[in-house]
């Protein structure tokens, strides 16, 4: 008796192991995620002219500016990239939707611009 419950518990443990779980979605909501990055992706371009000390300081200011604003972690932001990154079709989409968010900010900053 003893070795049929064992016999049970390992085939069932053996067939527990191979179950794949499904994949989390980030910790992060997406639309929170898309405006993160989409804020990354304007002080990185913020940065571009910027060189040396400079510019590592005013790099770390933004990014803790955008971790404060968005109420959220490096470590966060990272591991819900991370969780993206393996999910090529989904870190596809995200980009699509955080490309779009730039651009609808960029259209905003021209029509706000006064004209000569």
């Known amino acids: 008796m003893k070795s049929y419950l064992l016999l049970i518990s390992c085939s069932l443990a053996l067939l527990l192991s191979n179950c794949e779980s499904p994949k989390s979605k980030p910790k992060i909501p997406e639309a929170q995620l898309v405006s993160i990055l989409a804020d990354i992706h304007l002080a990185e371009a913020a940065l571009q ?3 040396g000390t ?3 300081s005013v790099s770390q200011l933004y990014y803790h500016q955008i971790y404060a604003i968005h109420q ?3 470590a966060t932001v990272q591991a819900a990239l991370q969780e993206m990154r393996e999910q090529p079709e989904g870190m596809k989409d995200l980009y699509d939707q955080v490309m779009e968010r730039v651009e609808k900010l960029n259209v905003k900053t021209k029509d706000a611009k006064p004209q000569d």
């Open 54 to 56: 400079t510019k590592d």
């Open 72 to 74: 959220v972690d490096s």
């Open 49 to 51: 002219a910027l060189r």
